[in-house]
Nanobody, 123 residues
């Protein structure tokens, strides 16, 4: 199973990035999707999740008000729009496919994980 997150890069504080995650239909059809991140020396943390039909959206505290998760099922792609980026947002960002159609903040609910994409926010 190949999930691939892309769109990361280097951006200045206050800038924006849009991450994308391509997920094979056989894996992500009828499944919620999630975004997580892991900064150096820290545990992986929940960023956002979206249900199969595009509802059931929730965000981690660090993402609220700045990040927006969305999906296009016709393109088998999930997005994470990140605005007002801060240096503390620097991390590797991962997308994951849930075991169910309902979104969750719990990593244990996700069966498939993609390779991450690096986001670096300079001060």
């Amino acid at each position: 199973v190949q999930l691939q997150a892309y769109g990361g890069g280097l951006v200045q504080t206050g800038g924006s990035l849009r991450l994308s995650c391509a997920c094979p239909r056989r894996t992500c059809s009828n499944n919620a999707m999630g975004w997580f991140r892991q900064a150096p020396g820290k545990e992986r943390e929940f960023v956002a999740t979206i249900g199969w039909r595009g509802g059931d959206i929730s965000y981690g505290e660090s993402a609220k008000g700045r990040f927006t998760v969305s999906r296009d099922n016709a393109k088998n792609t999930v997005y994470l729009q990140m605005n007002s980026l801060k240096p503390e947002d620097t991390a590797i960002y991962y997308c994951a496919a849930s075991r169910s159609a309902t979104g969750s903040s719990q990593m244990t609910q996700y069966a498939y994980w993609g390779k991450g994409t690096q986001v670096t926010v300079s001060s």
